[in-house]
């Protein structure tokens, strides 16, 4: 099994910034993709960031300039800085990993993390 847990939400003003991670452990063969969504109240999740494992990254025009995604070295742990902050995006931040978990069936697995809260005051 594999287990990501976030970290890094909290409450900040408007104009501020944070720093979400997302560690991935447990049965890893290699990470493809990692990612990170949000859902607001009410609302549909939708996807804020991605990164492949080469580095290629991908933003919702939304919070494109603004929020940056970056992955470690070792490429379980992904880390998305958020400046300027905006109220509308309060949110529950989850990140998703796709997982091959062992080399012989080469399968590839999305897990998820619990989430984390962020919400901008304004």
């Known amino acids: 099994q594999v287990q990501l847990v976030e970290s890094g939400g909290a409450l900040v003003q408007a104009g501020g910034s944070l720093r979400l991670s997302c560690a991935a452990s447990?049965?890893?063969?290699?990470?493809?993709?990692m990612g990170w969504y949000r859902q607001a109240p009410g609302k549909q999740r939708e996807l804020v960031a991605a990164?492949?494992?080469?580095?290629?990254?991908n933003y919702a025009d939304s919070v494109k300039g603004r929020f940056t995604i970056s992955r470690d070295n070792a490429k379980t742990t992904v880390y998305l800085q958020m400046n300027s902050l905006k109220p509308e995006a309060t949110a529950v931040y989850s990140c998703?990993?796709?997982?091959?978990?062992?080399?012989?069936?080469?399968?590839?697995?999305?897990?998820w993390g619990q989430g984390t809260q962020v919400t901008v005051s304004s």
């Open positions: 447990g049965s890893i063969f290699r990470i493809n993709a």
């Open positions: 998703n990993a796709d997982v091959v978990t062992t080399q012989a069936t080469g399968l590839v697995y999305r897990f």
């Open positions: 990164i492949t494992s080469a580095g290629s990254t």
